[in-house]
């Protein structure tokens, strides 16, 4: 299996502009989730999806975030506009959970620069 | 809500040293412990897990974790320590079934002399 993969690995982008981070989760797992790692708060849950819909956004720190899971194997965590203080790591990380917690399974990253 | 704390936010150990991971969670009921590993532009490699049973678990590449209910604790050791350790360390701790979320420490940053 590839794990799951996440694109770009690295994104530069001008304040104001839009980013979309990509998730492929590995196959058959039901559950996506988004981290956020800076070096000031650390690893973060943004949202998490179980079988395609979002469960718990409460980590989304505000409207500019959005996520979505338009199937079983994508899913894009948008910012728009983009600001400096999004600069950080966001993972991807991907299970299957049925009726019990199982291990979560994380992508290399994706590296923000807002500039 | 539940925290995690890593009081150690980097440790330096030599090759062949041991090592222990210091980790302390806040949370009335037993919850799950994790201890992941992320080396230098890496993702989250999961090292080992506690859900219940027997206190001592052992995990991959040699390392094992205590939990210790009085001491609301979950340390992490290793008795011979490796250069290719070397990387960053994650304790996290999941509220317990029916919850799916992961809440991390801080990390504690580890460098191996040679």
């Known amino acids: 299996d590839a794990g799951v993969i996440q694109s770009p690995r690295h994104e530069v982008t001008e304040m104001g502009q839009e980013v979309t981070l990509r998730c492929k989760p590995i196959s058959g797992h039901n559950s996506l989730f988004w981290y956020r790692q800076t070096m000031m708060r650390g690893l973060e849950l943004l949202i998490y999806?179980?079988?395609?819909?979002?469960?718990?956004d409460s980590g989304m720190p505000e409207d500019r975030f959005s996520a979505k899971m338009p199937n079983a194997s994508f899913s894009t965590l948008k910012i728009q506009p983009s600001e400096p203080r999004d600069s950080a790591v966001y993972f991807c990380?991907?299970?299957?959970?049925?009726?019990?917690?199982?291990?979560?399974?994380f992508g290399p990253g994706t590296r923000l620069t807002v500039l | 809500a539940q925290s995690v704390t890593q009081p150690d936010i980097h440790i330096t150990v030599s090759e062949g040293a041991s090592l222990e991971l210091r980790c302390n969670y806040s949370y009335g009921a037993t919850p799950y412990l994790f201890w992941y590993v992320q080396s230098p532009g890496q993702g989250l490699q999961l090292l080992l897990k506690y859900f219940s049973g027997d206190t001592l678990v052992q995990g991959i590449k040699g390392f094992e974790a205590e939990f210790k209910r009085s001491q609301s604790s979950f340390n992490l050791r290793k008795p011979s320590v490796h250069w290719s350790d070397a990387a960053e360390y994650f304790c996290?701790?999941?509220?317990?079934?029916?919850?799916?979320?992961?809440?991390f420490g801080k990390g504690t940053k580890l460098s191996v002399i040679p």
């Open positions: 996290a701790v999941i509220s317990g079934a029916g919850s799916y979320q992961l809440t």
């Open positions: 990380a991907s299970s299957f959970i049925q009726g019990s917690y199982n291990e979560q399974f």
């Open positions: 999806f179980n079988n395609n819909v979002p469960i718990d």
